[in-house]
């Protein structure tokens, strides 16, 4: 018997932010593989599945990568629902090609299942829109970081993020010096309104905000919680509006 | 009393790709103002709910805009739960900053709450990563569409997409030529895949493929559901799966 492979986004931190799809996949999976990001209050939706945390430790991910998939398919042998949960969106920094090569190469059927990606959530934390008439029309999600956790030598991410009027920035925050560095070099205003969010959804949310110029001094300000980074005119507001929050 | 205002993304179509979140507030509006591409199934969760339904009518966008805001105000100074229901996500091309600056102006709490938005649904429909390794690491999400439903004169769409490895374009099915002809002036190769969705998620979903050459010739084979296109190599593989599928 083979089972099913569901490849699903696990959203970006709080448990409600999951889809009715997810937690239903979750309720039902006889086994997760989830990442290290993934919560305690997640995982508790997966109440008969046997649970196994493939998170990635730092600078052996191609190795581990191997081990994921190798896991999934033989899981995916023996159990009818296999759930994949990844934090975010599946598709989107997910690295989730490598295991959707592997079930299609091993016959096992793969279902996707979209997940709130935490560029969103933040723009929800923020109170803004990523777009706005007048103020920008395109929202570019890159990031800087490499396989291996190394800032790419390929540039493209950042000739894609200064085109952009919205800027989304994954994984970029310990890149933080070299990510103002290459957008100013590529004519991005140094006052450019930036917002950094750490662990943006839950309990220990922390946002701080300033320009581009500032950007690697408000990185700084962050701990070791997952970060992202929006740069562009859309969270002008965004400041002024936490502003008057932190005021009140 | 003043209400609040909740600002909620319903995503792409299929009712159980609503975040608990958003299936909780439903269940507890007291009004919910919605747009017309939100389907029955979703309304059906806000089952003690007065609905108005908001959807814009084409080329009266402005002078809707200013009714919806009004309304919106209105119903949140007399009514505790207020959910305004957008497709998608409600902070991308959802025309949200109007209404986030009325409510307040009008001193009403507004809370966003995020959705899965049409492009990672399609990700998941084609079963591909907008990003991977060596393929793409950015994804820029564009329209060409201005406020009245004509092309942007403003260009700058077409420079972040075509600066993107993968680009995801909302509302441009009928502006195709003008998009092929834009992209392929600022140097995307006449070859790069594409792929057209029509009502992602939904029983109706409609998925056609091809080359970015081929594109107008595509957006003709699509119904008047809403659409989106997604360009880059990244989707290459979902041509040969849905290629595979098809022949099964």
Not at 134 to 142: A, N, Y
Not at 163 to 178: D, K, N, P, Q, W
């Given at each position: 018997m083979t089972g099913t492979v569901y490849l699903v986004g696990a959203g970006p931190g709080a448990v409600d932010l999951l889809t009715l799809r997810a937690a239903r996949l979750l309720a039902e999976a006889d086994v997760v593989l989830h990442d290290a990001l993934v919560g305690p209050e997640v995982l508790a939706l997966a109440a008969k599945a046997k649970l196994y945390n493939v998170g990635k430790r730092a600078n052996r991910p191609s190795v581990d990568q191997r081990l994921i998939c190798k896991l999934l398919v033989r899981v995916a042998l023996r159990h009818k629902v296999v759930v994949r949960l990844k934090g975010g969106d599946p598709n989107l920094f997910g690295r989730a090609s490598e295991e959707i090569a592997a079930c299609r190469d091993a016959g096992i059927p793969l279902?996707?299942?979209?997940?709130?990606?935490?560029?969103?959530?933040?723009?929800?934390?923020l109170g803004v829109s990523l777009t706005a008439r007048?103020?920008?029309?395109?929202?570019?999600?890159?990031t800087p970081s490499s396989a291996r956790g190394r800032v790419e030598r390929d540039m493209h991410w950042a000739d894609a993020a200064a085109?952009?009027?919205?800027?989304?920035?994954?994984?970029?925050?310990?890149?933080?010096?070299?990510?103002?560095?290459?957008?100013?070099?590529?004519?991005?205003?140094?006052?450019?309104?930036?917002?950094?969010?750490?662990?943006?959804?839950?309990?220990?949310?922390h946002i701080v905000r300033g320009s581009l110029n500032d950007l690697p001094d408000l990185a700084r300000q962050l701990g070791d919680g997952p970060a992202i980074m929006i740069i562009g005119e859309a969270v002008a507001e965004a400041r002024a509006a936490l502003t008057e929050r932190d005021a009140a």
């Open positions: 279902v996707s299942v979209p997940g709130i990606s935490a560029g969103f959530a933040a723009a929800s934390a007048g103020v920008s029309r395109s929202v570019t999600f890159v085109a952009a009027e919205t800027a989304v920035i994954y994984m970029g925050a310990l890149h933080a010096e070299r990510v103002t560095e290459a957008l100013i070099a590529r004519g991005v205003a140094a006052s450019r309104p930036v917002v950094l969010l750490e662990s943006v959804s839950a309990d220990s949310e």
